[in-house]
T-cell receptor, first 114, second 116 residues
């Protein structure tokens, strides 16, 4: 099993541009999470899906952020327009959706907005 | 309400000496507790988890943690540190009931440095 796969690993873009981050979860893991990690705020949950349906998006900072999960094997997190304060490492994680299930994290996408 | 407090942002030990990373939690319901490790430029990896079975939980790489309900603690220990243990460690609580069912709450992390 290849684990959770995120792309790209690094993204550098200019303020105002659209950014799309991608995630391929582990097959059979029906819960998917998007996290953001910064030095200032630590690890923050942005949104999570269960069986491709968004369950809790209360962590999404503002309307510039959107996330989709069109099928069980793919999810995207989009920022439009991007701003320098969006610079962070974005992680995708998957679990089997049970109460005590562990999260399996991807290696993250390091986003830099100049 | 649920929360996690990692009492030390940085811990430094010498190779071969014991490791203690402290974690206290607050939970309105019976919690599940986890420790994750993050190596540089990597995602978080599960070390161990407590799910209301044995209070002493053994994990990977020689780590273990003890759930103490009376102290609301879940400290992570290892008898002898190895250079490869240098990383950031996160304590996580998950609620088993209520409106926040299954939601995970992360501590701010403890950076472990191991000196040769």
């Amino acid at each position: 099993d290849a684990g959770v796969i995120q792309s790209p690993r690094h993204e550098v873009t200019e303020m105002g541009q659209e950014v799309t981050l991608r995630c391929k979860p582990i097959s059979g893991h029906n819960s998917l999470f998007w996290y953001r990690q910064t030095m200032m705020r630590g690890l923050e949950l942005l949104i999570y899906f269960n069986n491709n349906v968004p369950i809790d998006d209360s962590g999404m900072p503002e309307d510039r952020f959107s996330a989709k999960m069109p099928n069980a094997s793919f999810s995207t997190l989009k920022i439009q327009p991007s701003e320098p304060r969006d610079s962070a490492v974005y992680f995708c994680a998957a679990s089997q959706g049970q109460l005590n299930s562990a999260l399996h994290f991807g290696n993250g996408t390091r986003l830099t907005v100049t | 309400a649920q929360s996690v407090t990692q009492l030390d942002s940085h811990v430094s030990v010498s190779e071969g000496t014991p490791v203690l990373l402290r974690c206290n939690y607050s939970s309105s319901y019976s919690p599940s507790l986890f420790w994750y490790v993050q190596h540089p430029n990597k995602g978080l990896q599960l070390l161990l988890k407590y799910t209301s079975a044995a209070t002493l939980v053994k994990g990977i790489n020689g780590f273990e943690a003890e759930f103490k309900k009376s102290e609301t603690s879940f400290h992570l220990t290892k008898p002898s540190a190895h250079m490869s243990d240098a990383a950031e460690y996160f304590c996580v609580v998950s609620t088993n009931r209520g409106s926040t069912l299954g939601r995970l709450y992360f501590g701010r992390g403890t950076q472990l440095t191991v000196w040769p």
